[in-house]
Each structure stands twice: as structure tokens, then as C-alpha cells.
């Protein structure tokens, strides 16, 4: 395992239509995290799993998204009916809970959506 | 409200060394972290302070003054290859749940 990987790199789709996207956290790790970036900006929190727990929801993420970790491993985001603004980048990260720094996260390569 | 600012570029040569600054404004803080980002890659994490002090890695040096609410990041004997956006960021919330508030990003361009 040599990190975090998410699943599309990149995802074009039209308004209205639903998307999911994948990642898996490093074996590890318990803790999972969902962030979104658009250009030129610092990633956004969007949501935080501890195990199978999702223990906090940002207040940017609406009603058409919802996430999930079945068993504590992977996670799915899924945007449902989705709008252009919903374009941007979508960043995993996973964390260990006795990480050796409160704070370091281990990043994916993130999904990339294009909403036209 | 919870924010970070810091500068949007930075230039600086090749061997030179650049100071970054991240001045912040949040509630139920803790920690101030400073991750790297290439155009097109993932945030790795450089450092991390949680205690007023200087953190030493490598050529990268972090300071944190929460009495200032400001910290920075040091980077010495700059290279092509650190040219990146590099993000200041606020751990953030009670339990130690490891979310981050981050800032906009500096763009630093190292020119030979």
C-alpha cells in the first residue's frame, strides 16, 4: 500500500446527472477525511469518518451529497443531480488516530469533476 | 469566523531563502500545519507546530506564535523543485478529529 488512491482521476459529466466517487485510505488508517478544492484556493472541508462513522458534515455539503465507509475501509462521495458549481476537485485524505502528528494528513490525487 | 491568510506569491532565486506568513483567525483551534502542493498533485504535510516555538525539517523551518495568531513557514536554500503553492493550515475542532482549515495558498516561484 503506497498511499492513498482515489478512483476516476477525472470525471466529466452533464448537469443533472449523479456521480460517485472512491477512495481507498491507507490500510491503516482510521481516520478518512473529504475535502474540495477549486483553483487557486486551499482545500475546503466537506466531511470526516472515523472508522464507519461519519462524525462531522460540513455545512457546505448540501442535501445532494452524502458519503459513506461501509466496514471502515474504503469510502464513496455521491453528488446527486449535479449543478456546474459542483466542479472542482475532490480530495481524500486518510490519518492514523495516534498519528505521530496531530495534524498529518495523507492526500490522494483527488477526482477532478467537470460538470458541463 | 475561522480564516487564514497569507500572501498569494512569492518569488524568489534559486539558493535563496523565502519566508511565507500565515496570520489566522479561528475558534477552537489548535496546531498549525504547512503543506505542499504541485500543480496537478496532492497536499503532502512539511510540518506542523502545535506549541509557540520553531520546528525544524530539513531546509523547511516552522514557527508558530498563537499570542500573535501568526506562524510561517522557512524555506532555505531554495530549489527549482520547490516551486508549489504551499498552504498554512488550522487543525481545528475539540477531540483531536484532525480537520483542517486551510488557507488560499502561496504561490511560490523559484527562478534560477
Known amino acids: 500500500d503506497t498511499g492513498v488512491s482515489q478512483d476516476p482521476r477525472h470525471k466529466i459529466t452533464k448537469r443533472g446527472q449523479n456521480v460517485t466517487f472512491r477512495c481507498d485510505p491507507i490500510?491503516?488508517?482510521?481516520?478518512l477525511y473529504w475535502y474540495r478544492q477549486t483553483l487557486g484556493q486551499g482545500p475546503e472541508f466537506l466531511t470526516y469518518?472515523?472508522?464507519?462513522?461519519?462524525?462531522?458534515k460540513s455545512r457546505l455539503l448540501s442535501d445532494r451529497f452524502s458519503a459513506e465507509r461501509p466496514k471502515g475501509s474504503f469510502s464513496t462521495l455521491e453528488i446527486q443531480r449535479t449543478e456546474q458549481g459542483d466542479s472542482a476537485m475532490y480530495l481524500c485524505?486518510?490519518?492514523?488516530?495516534?498519528?505521530?502528528?496531530?495534524?498529518?494528513?495523507?492526500f490522494g490525487q483527488g477526482t477532478r469533476l467537470t460538470v458541463v | 469566523g475561522q480564516s487564514l491568510e497569507q500572501p498569494s506569491e512569492v518569488t524568489a532565486v534559486e539558493g535563496a531563502i523565502v519566508q511565507i506568513n500565515c496570520t489566522y483567525q479561528?475558534?477552537?483551534?489548535?496546531?498549525l500545519s504547512w503543506y505542499q502542493q504541485h500543480d496537478g498533485g496532492a497536499p503532502t504535510f512539511l510540518s506542523y507546530?502545535?506549541?509557540?516555538g520553531l520546528e525544524e525539517t530539513g531546509r523547511f523551518s516552522s514557527f508558530l506564535s498563537r499570542s500573535d495568531s501568526y506562524g510561517y513557514l522557512l524555506l532555505q536554500e531554495l530549489q527549482m523543485k520547490d516551486s508549489a503553492s504551499y498552504f498554512c493550515?488550522?487543525?481545528?475542532?475539540?477531540?483531536?478529529?484532525?480537520?483542517?482549515?486551510f488557507g488560499q495558498g502561496t504561490t511560490l516561484q523559484v527562478k534560477p
Open positions: 493550515a488550522g487543525g481545528h475542532g475539540s477531540g483531536n478529529t484532525g480537520k483542517l482549515i
Open positions: 490500510s491503516e488508517h482510521n481516520r
Open positions: 469518518f472515523q472508522n464507519e462513522a461519519q462524525l462531522e
Open positions: 479561528t475558534s477552537g483551534f489548535y496546531g
Open positions: 485524505a486518510s490519518s492514523p488516530r495516534q498519528g505521530r502528528v496531530r495534524t498529518e494528513a495523507f
Open positions: 507546530n502545535g506549541l509557540d
